[in-house]
């Protein structure tokens, strides 16, 4: 794993900025009263600045193509795509992308219904029974009515269980949230809705502490991956996903 990430993250700035702003413009739009002006927006798409700074679409919007349930050669009917949205319907499992990420930046929207509960992993692999073994995950809440919110730990825009997301920052049930997710090398951030959530390096003092005092000790390979799936996760609840778009840095 690599340490020269602050010439990286310093350069990352600059790559965004290259893409017009539209990916920003997203992040407003969906901090506040732009969100009804995002939906009437083309969604699923990517714009010309977009695709020159490197941005591929992995939900096209239509199907499931480029997915697959984790341990799975298919994705499950629980996954499904409602009026362009990514949503689990049905008890399905988790969804992982067919292809491996090292890294990324990654940005998608979501919202949950009332006391609904997802998340985003990512770096994932799965020669364990479960996806969250091995991948860490940016909690996809709803932090006012789930018992997860009470705790920053795992409330929404936290690594799960690990750094704690500030409160004040998700959106309220049913109401869409942005999601980006910046990996290069250890380094990870996760931002909601335009403000960074949790800041990390994997593999460091303080992180292997973390680990040690959570439910992730007895998981040995969990955040040691260097290359993995990105996941949605199936938590019992229904979640929709849109626009969700990754940049390969690297």
Known sequence: MRSAWGVVFAALGLAVGVTGGCIQRQVEEADGAGVDAAQEQPQNVLTPEERTAGWRLLFDGVTTAGWRGYQKDHAPAGWTVEDGLLTRVASAGDLITEEKFSDFELVAEWKVGAGGNSGIFYRGSEDEEWLYHTAPEFQVLDDAGHPDGQSPLTSAGSDYGLYAAPRGVVHAAGEWN???????GNRVEHWLNGRKTAEYMLGSEDWAHRVRES????????GTMEIGHIGLQDHGDRVWYRNIKIRVIG
Request: aromatic share 20%; no cysteine; charged share 20%.
């Open 178 to 184: 942005s999601a980006r997710i910046l990996v290069v």
């Open 215 to 222: 439910k992730f000790a007895q998981w040995p390979r969990y």
